[in-house]
T-cell receptor, first 112, second 113 residues
Framework: DTAVSQTPKYLVTQMGNDKSIKCEQN?????MYWYKQDSKKFLKIMFS???????INETVPNRFSPKSPDKAHLNLHINSLELGDSAVYFC???????????FGPGTRLTVT | AQRVTQPEKLLSVFKGAPVELKCNYS??????LFWYVQYSRQRLQLLLR??SRESIKGFTADLNKGETSFHLKKPFAQEEDSAMYYC???????????????FGKGTKLSVIP
């Protein structure tokens, strides 16, 4: 019973392509997030989203856009991929009033 | 602005030795602090939250507001403790922005057998 799942687990693509990473949570949480973990293992928030508000980290390029078809899903769409986008992307979710966030297994994106 | 500092990028200890992973934070309000652990090629997992004052896998962490610290401690390190440890802060105020966690850069703990 996976709480937060992501697909694909690995994604290898060429510069300039457009790709999406999917995230689903079955915890009934109302808020979902995307994080980027770079090669130095530094973890940085990209977006947080609930049904009321999208908060975007100001350092995230507008080539990245989150899309939420429903409360249980928050997909990450990336346009015109660049070499520097290579990283592990983690999805997470949380519930208002509860402590902590639950993370997905990560998607390792490699841009060649 | 909030900031989390983990001064040690890598910490190596022998099995059975005490462990202390340092975390300092900067935030003008009242924060909520967490420790997350990431084992090799696995997802991040919540280890501790300061509000719960719990001990998980032998680890404890006390929030020291005077020193703005939330150091993670374990009296006797085990090999299975080898992992990346992240300290994280969440601003304790209402509003959608409060959901976001600010992570430190992480400390890699290596327990030598």
């Amino acid at each position: 019973d996976t709480a937060v799942s992501q697909t694909p687990k690995y994604l290898v693509t060429q510069m300039g392509n457009d790709k999406s990473i999917k995230c689903e949570q079955n915890l009934g949480h109302d808020t979902m997030y995307w994080y980027k973990q770079d090669s130095k293992k530094f973890l940085k928030i990209m977006f947080s989203y609930n049904n009321k508000e999208l908060i975007i980290n100001e350092t995230v390029p507008n080539r990245f856009s989150p899309k939420s078809p429903d409360k249980a899903h928050l997909n990450l769409h990336i346009n015109s991929l660049e070499l520097g986008d290579s990283a592990v992307y983690f999805c997470a979710s949380s519930q208002i009033g509860e402590q902590g966030q639950y993370f997905g297994p990560g998607t390792r994106l490699t841009v060649t | 602005a909030q900031r989390v500092t983990q001064p040690e990028k890598l910490l190596s200890v022998f099995k059975g030795a005490p462990v202390e992973l340092k975390c300092n934070y900067s935030y003008s309000g009242s924060p909520e602090l967490f420790w997350y652990v990431q084992y090799s090629r696995q997802r991040l997992q919540l280890l501790l939250r300061h509000i719960s004052r719990e001990s998980i896998k032998g680890f404890t962490a006390d929030l020291n507001k005077g020193e703005t610290s939330f150091h993670l401690k374990k009296p006797f390190a085990q090999e299975e403790d080898s992992a990346m440890y992240y300290c994280a802060l969440r601003a304790a105020y209402s509003g959608a922005g409060s959901y976001q966690l600010t992570f430190g850069k992480g400390t890699k703990l290596s327990v030598i057998p």
